[in-house]
Structure formats: C-alpha cells, structure tokens
C-alpha cells in the first residue's frame, strides 16, 4: 500500500494542524497557534553547524518576533532527547538562550505533511537512511492560513532578518492598503495597492505620488509598522 499524498501548501492554505513532541513539552500545532502568529521551521539535522547558528540567530531575535505577535517553532528530523543536549551547543556558540519549542520529527511525519523533505539531494539521509528535511520556512496568521513559504537547501543558511521583514510587511498590508515595494524596510514608501481607486487615494493617502497610473507611492512612517 502506497503512502497518503502529502497534501500541497500554497499561499492561502490552511496549515495542517498535527500535535507532536516538542522540547517545551506535548503540543496541538492549531491550539499553540491560538490567536497570534506563528513561524515554523525545519533544520535538516542536529549538532549540524549551519543548523546551529540559525537556531541561535532566531533566539536571539526571538524578543523582536515577540512583539508582533509572533511565535517561533523549530523541527528537525531528531529525537527529543538529542534536541535538549543540542540546545546546550547552541547557546553556548551563539550566546543565547533558546526559549522557544523544538519539534522532535524522527519519524518524519510533520516534515512529510509540510512538504519539507530533500528530494533535491538523494544523499541527505541519516544513519539510519531516512531523508532529513531541507531549510523551510512557513509563516502562518491568526487565521491558520499560510502567509509565507520559503525553500532552503540544506547547504544555505536563512537570514533571520528577512523573515523579521516580511512579517512587518504582511502585518503592514494586512492593516493598511498598501503594498511594500522592492527592499522595502518599515520606514520606506508603499505602495498604493492597486484596489484603490484615485478617489479613495485621495482621501486615505493624502499627497500620494503617481509616479505612473499603476505606481502610486505614499509615505508609512515607522512607528505605524513597528511595535512600540
């Protein structure tokens, strides 16, 4: 008998909700969601080094995600006992002090439901030839709908400062109508969205720039985009 089809996420899925094994103790994924947001990543192994140091960037960053609203939830294809002694490495190289919940996936069963299997590289198995999990991403709103959804090989590292970035910019145009432009960092201009017709735009961005009839930009000061 052949395996159930994982099921395919897109932008605006549903996030499968699953309850799993975590270092902060047994978990419902919906109900640890609840009604904020939530960042689920995936590590291809433990006491790996890219591993290692992205576990401690997000740590230490964890404060800032804290004030949006924003929970952090990390999984990697190892057992509970493996994750607890590898937090300690963790901590150690990056000075941090990892709060947030680890996922123990060694069966593969919530990296196979998320899709966040090797396939690229037939070679990335562990000792006992199980395929570990590539560097996914997936960032999910209040509403359980997948907002974000970013693929790493296992060789590259994320920057934890562009998932920070992307979460002020869903936030952002989740509240006002607008959209954020290329490179955009709270502070920047937006972009008028396009639903907006000029009237409207007149009256909700006053002074908005028409650099062409489908480009309308207008200034977002910080302080509307940042937690204060």
């Known amino acids: 008998m052949s395996a159930p089809e994982a099921p395919r996420l897109r932008l605006g ?6 309850k799993a094994t975590t270092t902060k103790g047994e978990i419902d994924f919906h109900e640890y969601i609840g009604d904020g947001w939530v960042i689920l990543f995936s590590h291809p192994d ?6 290692t140091t992205e576990l401690g960037a997000f740590a230490k960053l964890e404060g800032e995600f804290t004030k949006r609203s924003v ?6 294809a190892n057992s509970l006992q493996s994750h607890e002694e590898w937090i300690k490495d963790i901590d150690e190289v990056a000075g941090s002090s990892l709060s947030f919940p680890i996922i123990a996936d060694a069966d593969r069963q919530i990296s196979y439901l998320y899709d966040m299997l090797d396939y690229q590289d037939v070679t990335n198995r562990d000792g006992k030839g199980l395929p ?6 997936f960032i999910i709103d209040p509403k359980k709908t997948i907002r974000l959804i970013l693929t790493y090989p296992a060789s590259t590292g994320r920057n934890t400062q562009e998932v920070l970035r992307v979460v002020d910019s869903l936030q952002a ?9 290329i490179n955009w ?5 937006v972009v008028v969205a396009a639903s907006v017709s000029n009237a409207d735009a007149d009256k909700l961005f006053p002074g908005y720039r028409a650099v062409k009839p489908y ?3 207008t200034t977002l000061p910080a302080e509307k985009v940042l937690p204060q």
């Open 46 to 51: 433990d006491f790996t080094p890219v591993c």
């Open 215 to 217: 480009l309308r930009l």
């Open 173 to 181: 145009t989740d509240k006002y109508k607008v959209a954020t432009p």
């Open 13 to 18: 899925s549903k996030a499968p909700n699953f």
């Open 132 to 137: 570990l999990t590539i560097r996914s991403v």
């Open 185 to 189: 960092v709270p502070g920047d201009d």
């Open 71 to 76: 929970k952090l939830i990390g999984l990697s």
